[in-house]
């Protein structure tokens, strides 16, 4: 099994994406020509978007994001969270939360999207030091 890619219900999916590619500097894989589906390259993933409109179409019912109550976040790790953050604010995301030092050493950060899910900002994990043994 491999995890293919991620998705995210919205109302509109090519203003998502292009809030991605600024907010995050994410690029485009595509936008279906309906523009009811779309991905961004993110690595060995993919994060999609569906339109709420196509899932009810589909007899789902799909729920709006909200990063007062989420139900999940999307995590992107990068060397600068401050700048990150900057760049996402001055994209149209907002701040929930600025960034902060963990105690195991992780600097973390959150924004919700401009569909109000919430994404963090963090830098990588660092894996824990081996012990002699």
């Known amino acids: ?13 090519p203003q998502t994406i292009a809030f991605y590619e600024a907010a995050f500097g994410l690029t485009r894989r595509f936008v279906h020509e309906a523009g009811d589906y ?3 390259d993110t690595g060995a993933t993919a ?3 569906s ?3 196509l ?5 789902k019912n799909p ?3 909200t990063a007062q109550a989420p139900s999940f976040e999307i995590a ?3 060397a600068d ?3 990150a953050v900057q760049r996402a604010v001055a994209a149209g995301a907002s701040l929930v939360h600025a960034p902060e030092q963990m105690p195991w050493g992780q600097t973390v950060a959150y924004v919700a999207d401009i569909n109000d899910a919430l994404v963090e900002l963090c830098t990588p994990v660092a894996p824990p030091p081996a012990t002699a043994g």
């Open 1 to 13: 099994m491999q995890f293919g890619y991620t998705i995210l219900y919205v109302e509109d999916v």
């Open 38 to 40: 779309g991905e961004l």
């Open 47 to 49: 994060l999609a978007f």
């Open 51 to 53: 339109s709420l409109r």
């Open 55 to 59: 899932m009810t179409e589909l007899g």
């Open 63 to 65: 729920q709006r994001a």
């Open 76 to 78: 992107f790790t990068t």
């Open 81 to 83: 969270v401050a700048a």
